[in-house]
C-alpha cells in the first residue's frame, strides 16, 4: 500500500497536476473570501469562515473528480492494470494506497487556508473574535465530504477505460449526493412525509451538521459508509475486470 | 514441479478459449509456448499469474494453487505481460524501486543496481521510460519481471517487436535465466523455440497439440525428409516412386519436383542413379529435414485438422 502510495504522491508532485490542483482550489477561495464585493469577508458584519465551507465544496466537486478520474482508468487504458494485480498487493491496498494519496494532495490543498482562518481570526474585533470551534467542526466536515468524493471519484474511475466518463460519472454522483437529495425532498410527494429522511441521505444535511462544531457519531457514521461503500464498489468493478 | 497445469478450461462467453489443457514444467527448464494469435497463450499465462480465474481446472506454481493461494503465487512469479506496459513517465531506477515496493522488498537499491546491469539497462537508467526506445523499454520489463528473484518467469512475447541485435541479447538473457528457474515463454518465432527451449507446447484453438521435447517433436511429428529435384524435361519421374522409402511426389515447378522420404533414410545417391538408368538429366538435388514451420503449420493449419485429432 506505501508503494503505490507513494508513486501517487510523487505523480501528483512530480508532474504540474498536484501544484495546479492546489493553485485554482486557493486562488478559487482567496478570490472569494477577500476579494469578489458580494462574498468578501472584509465587507461583511462579522468575523466568520462562512465563504470558504460553503464554496469549498463546489470546487472540490469538479477538482476532485478531475484528480481520481485517471487514477484506475489510465490504469486500465495502459494495462498496467494487470502488471500490478499480478504483484504480491492485495486489490485492497492498490484501492486503499490511490485513496489516500489524492486525500493527502486535498489535505495539502486545505493546509493553507489555516492562513486565511489566521487572518481572519486577527481581523476580529476584538482580536479571535471568531467561534473557532465552528471552524474546526467545519474543517473536519470538509475532509470527510472530501473523503466521500474521492471515494466516488476512484468508483467512477474503475468503471471504464476512458477518463472523460470517470470524470463526468464522478462529477454527477457527487453533485447527486450532495445537493440532489436536497432538491429531491422539495418534492410534492415527500413534502411533510419523509422530506427529512430524503434530506438525510445526503451528504449536505450531514456537512451543515458538523459545520457547526458538532460531531455527532452519526455524521460520522454516515461519512465512513458512503466512503466503506464507494471503495468497496471499486472494489467489485475491479474484481471484474479480472 | 514448479508449475503444474491440470485440465485448464477457459470459457469467455461462449468462445472456448482454453480446453482442457495440461503440462507441467520443472526446474531449470524453459518452455516455449508457440501458437498462432488466439491460440490460448496469453490466456494460460494470465491464469498462471491469477490475473485471469480458470472456468474450470487446477492450475499451480510453485506447489501454491493459483485460485486459493494467489498471493503466494505472485510472489513466487516473474511476469512479464503481453505489449509490456509500463508508466512512461516514470524513471527507470523510481520505477525499479517501485517494483521492489510492490514487492515488499526493505532495501532494494542493491537488487535494482545489479539488475539494471544484467538487463543492460546501464546507460538508461536515470532516462524516463517514454524516452526509451522499444527493445530498452523490454529490457525494463524484464527487469521488473526478474526484480525479485522469483522461481517462475513467465514471459509473454519477450521478443516481439526488437532488432536482430536485440533479440540476441533478450534471448541470451532468457537462456542464462532457465538454467537457474523455470521460464515459459511465447512467442511467434519457431527459429527462438528451436535455439532457446528445452521443451515446446503448441497451441491451437484452446487445445494442446504438442507437448514435446525438440528432437522428439521433429522426429514424431515431422516423420519426413524432403528432397527437392530439378530434371530437364517435364515429363514426371513416375520411376522413383518404386525407390525404398520414397512416400510421395509432388511437382513444384514444370521441371521440378519434390520426394518426400522417410525420415531415416538418405535416398540422394538413389535418385541419382534412378534418374541415370531412366535417361533423365538431374540437374538439381537437394535434401532438407521438415523444418518446425513446417510442424507448426501442420499442427495448427485449419486444413490439416486430421493430425490435430491424432494428437488429442
Redesign the interface.
Known amino acids: 500500500m506505501l508503494a503505490i502510495f507513494k508513486k501517487e504522491v510523487h505523480a501528483f508532485f512530480g508532474t504540474l497536476i498536484g501544484y495546479l490542483v492546489i493553485g485554482v482550489f486557493l486562488v478559487l477561495l482567496g478570490l472569494i473570501m477577500f476579494v469578489f464585493p458580494d462574498s468578501s469577508v472584509l465587507d461583511y458584519p462579522y468575523a466568520t469562515m462562512g465563504q470558504l465551507f460553503d464554496n469549498a465544496p463546489l470546487i472540490f466537486l469538479f477538482l476532485i473528480p478531475a484528480v481520481t478520474m485517471r487514477m484506475f482508468a489510465e490504469e486500465r487504458q495502459n494495462g498496467t492494470i494487470e502488471f500490478l494485480m499480478t504483484k504480491p498487493v492485495s486489490l485492497k491496498d492498490i484501492i486503499l494506497g490511490k485513496y489516500l494519496a489524492s486525500m493527502a494532495l486535498v489535505v495539502f490543498a486545505l493546509v493553507p487556508t489555516l492562513l486565511y482562518f489566521f487572518t481572519i481570526y486577527q481581523l476580529g474585533s476584538p482580536v479571535g473574535n471568531i467561534d473557532t470551534g465552528a471552524v474546526l467542526g467545519s474543517y473536519i466536515g470538509l475532509l470527510f465530504l472530501a473523503g466521500c468524493f474521492t471515494a466516488i471519484g476512484l468508483f467512477a474511475s474503475a468503471m471504464s477505460k476512458n477518463q472523460i466518463t470517470g470524470f463526468v460519472a464522478a462529477t454527477f454522483l457527487c453533485f447527486l449526493l450532495f445537493y440532489g437529495f436536497f432538491f429531491f425532498s422539495k418534492l410534492p410527494v415527500f413534502f411533510g412525509r419523509g422530506d427529512v429522511i430524503v434530506q438525510m441521505l445526503g451528504i449536505d444535511f450531514h456537512y451543515e451538521a458538523i459545520s457547526k462544531g458538532v460531531i455527532d457519531t452519526r455524521n460520522v457514521v454516515y461519512f465512513l459508509s458512503v466512503i466503506g461503500f464507494f471503495l468497496f464498489g471499486t472494489q467489485l468493478l475491479l474484481e471484474r475486470i479480472k | 514441479m514448479s508449475v503444474t497445469v491440470e485440465h485448464l478450461t477457459k470459457r469467455y462467453g461462449n468462445q472456448l478459449a482454453l480446453d482442457d489443457v495440461s503440462f507441467s514444467a520443472s526446474r531449470g527448464e524453459i518452455l516455449g509456448f508457440l501458437g498462432p494469435n488466439g491460440a490460448g497463450k496469453t490466456t494460460t499465462m494470465?491464469i498462471l499469474?491469477?490475473?485471469?480465474?480458470a472456468t474450470a481446472g487446477q492450475a499451480s506454481v510453485n506447489g501454491f494453487d493459483v485460485r486459493t493461494e494467489s498471493?503466494a503465487v505472485?510472489?513466487s512469479?516473474g511476469?512479464l505481460?503481453e505489449?509490456n506496459?509500463?508508466?512512461?513517465?516514470?524513471y527507470v531506477q523510481?520505477y525499479l524501486r517501485?517494483?521492489?515496493?510492490?514487492?515488499?522488498m526493505k532495501k532494494p537499491q542493491k537488487q535494482v543496481d545489479s539488475l539494471i546491469e544484467r538487463t543492460g539497462l546501464g546507460r538508461e537508467q536515470h532516462k524516463q521510460i517514454g524516452a526509451l526506445s522499444k527493445g530498452y523499454r523490454q529490457r525494463v520489463g524484464l527487469a521488473?519481471a526478474m526484480l525479485h528473484d522469483p522461481e517462475v518467469l513467465i514471459l509473454d512475447e519477450p521478443t516481439s517487436g526488437l532488432d536482430p541485435n536485440q533479440l540476441v541479447d533478450i534471448r541470451k538473457l532468457i537462456k542464462d535465466l532457465g538454467a537457474e528457474k523455470t521460464v515459459i515463454f511465447s512467442t511467434h518465432i519457431m527459429q527462438e523455440v528451436q535455439a532457446l527451449c528445452d521443451r515446446v507446447l503448441i497451441i491451437d484453438q484452446g487445445n494442446l497439440v504438442a507437448n514435446d521435447t525438440m528432437s522428439e517433436l521433429q522426429s514424431r511429428l515431422a516423420g519426413e525428409k524432403r528432397v527437392t529435384i530439378g530434371l530437364i524435361g517435364a515429363e514426371k519421374p513416375e520411376f522413383l516412386m518404386r525407390l525404398d522409402g520414397v512416400k510421395r511426389l509432388q511437382a513444384t515447378n514444370t521441371n521440378q519436383w519434390q520426394v518426400y522420404t522417410d525420415h531415416k533414410v538418405d535416398l540422394r545417391a538413389d535418385i541419382f542413379r534412378a534418374c541415370v538408368e531412366n535417361n533423365r538429366v538431374l540437374i538439381e538435388l537437394h535434401q532438407e529435414s521438415v523444418s518446425v514451420e513446417d510442424i507448426f503449420q501442420k499442427l495448427t493449419g485449419s486444413s490439416d485438422s486430421s493430425s490435430k485429432g491424432d494428437r488429442q
Request: aromatic fraction near 14%; charge should be positive.
Open positions: 494470465k499469474t491469477g490475473f485471469v480465474s498471493k505472485r510472489q512469479v511476469y505481460p505489449h506496459p509500463l508508466y512512461l513517465d516514470m523510481e517501485f517494483v521492489a515496493g510492490l514487492n515488499g521488473q
